[in-house]
Nanobody
Framework: QVQLVESGGGLVQAGGSLRLSCAAS????????MGWFRQAPGKEREFVAA????????YYADSVKGRFTISRDNAKNTVYLQMNSLKPEDTAVYYC???????????????WGQGTQVTVFS
């Protein structure tokens, strides 16, 4: 069983930055495909970013490309989401997710964290 614990959410003014962290259990973390998703009130959950276990290949939603950066530290079993130039429309609960074995980065994930709230005010 894999457990994911997100942290780093909070309240930030538009234009500001936050860094989310997701700590994962599991000895094979380095082989997981990892992703970040978000869900705003009244909206469906949407893909934000993903990173492959090998070569660190990354994928982003068009809405965050150029502003958000996903990265991972396999030695620390942690994946990060650096969010810059935040906008009010980025307000949502952000979820970390893991795939094992690795599959389509925008597809289904096997494990989910509990979520962390990000609120951006103008």
């Amino acid at each position: 069983q894999v457990q994911l614990v997100e942290s780093g959410g909070g309240l930030v003014q538009a234009g500001g930055s936050l860094r989310l962290s997701c700590a994962a259990s599991g000895r094979t973390f380095s082989r997981y495909g990892m992703g970040w998703f978000r869900q705003a009130p009244g909206k469906e959950r949407e893909f934000v970013a993903a990173i492959r276990w090998s070569a660190g290949i990354t994928y982003y939603a068009d809405s965050v490309k150029g502003r958000f950066t996903i990265s991972r530290d396999n030695a620390k079993n942690t994946v990060y989401l650096q969010m810059n130039s935040l906008k009010p429309e980025d307000t949502a609960v952000y979820y970390c997710a893991a795939q094992f074995p690795e599959r389509t980065p925008r597809g289904t994930y096997d494990y989910w964290g509990q979520g962390t709230q990000v609120t951006v005010f103008s």
